[in-house]
């Protein structure tokens, strides 16, 4: 097996070449330029202006996708102590969150003084559409070049909520804690497309219908056509962890203040769920590579990560235990 001499990706990346010196193609057309502190400082900048337009004085003015890991947990953070604004948490509870993850975000949004919504869908509708994901191809095969189905499907649902919910309760900015490896700087301060958003969804939300046998039954997740047709007011998506300092032990020590302690039932790559592993292992199985190596890939090479560590989140391999938790529960 051939390991990319810079970062992590090996031969079984999808699009994949290494030259003489076993640099893959991704590392020889990365421009560091992009991350820049100058870059950095002109997101955040950009940020701050917009907060000054975009404060709702008699409401939210962010609403955070609040999974209860630590990057979310330190972007919640941030957004009451280094912007002074007023957020609203929102936790999408997937049926696979750890109990220590709950015990963080009632810890966390007490020392902070956040409202936190929870919002829990039913649970056989959602592990019918966990065990689909896991069973046949539901996305493009470049989509499950990022992430597996299984949080493709996950991910989506956050998202959709995220937008209905920031449009009908009119909320100028959501909040993502995304590390700089999952999503560019250039997207860390992005005003929401209405028209590529509507499509988007419709990757979707379509198979997930189709899962579920009914076009109606996730209807109430999912923006509608007529919130689509009244592009006004379409919210900003902000993830300052493009743009501020990434250090994933000072982001946990900062956490601990806060009340949050790392759940001991999870996986290296997840502070907080449950289903992980499992959704891990039946990615790699299938396609070859694992499903974070590409955001674990960029981060070395942005020098938040040294590629010693980032080997390091793969070396052990999924959990046994950990993988047969989530498939016995996913067919209960």
Known sequence: MTVCSRCILTDSFPGISFDDHDLCNFCRTYKSETVSEDAKRTYEEKFLALINGHRNRSGYDVLMAYSGGKDSTYTLDLFVNRYGLKVLALTFDNSFISERSFVNMRNVTATLGVDHLILRPNPRTL????????????YSAKALERASSICTSCIGLVKAVMLRTALEKGIHFIGFGWSPGQAPIQASVMRTNPALNRATQMTISKPLKNVVGSTEALAQYFVTDEQFDNPDGFPWNIHPLAFLEYNEEK????????????????????????????????????????????????????????????????????????VEYARMKLEE
Not at 127 to 138: D, G, H, Q
């Open 251 to 322: 982001i946990l020590e900062h956490n601990r203040a806060l009340g949050w302690e790392k759940p001991l039932d999870t996986d290296p790559n997840s502070s907080n769920c449950l289903l992980n592993a499992f959704a891990n292992q039946v990615h790699h199985d299938r396609y070859g590579f694992h499903p974070y190596a590409w955001e674990i890939a960029n981060m070395v090479r942005a020098g938040v990560m040294t590629r010693e560590k980032g080997l390091d989140k793969f070396a052990a391999g999924e959990s046994s235990t950990m």
């Open 127 to 138: 592990k019918t559409i966990f065990r689909a994901s896991a069973a046949k191809e539901l």
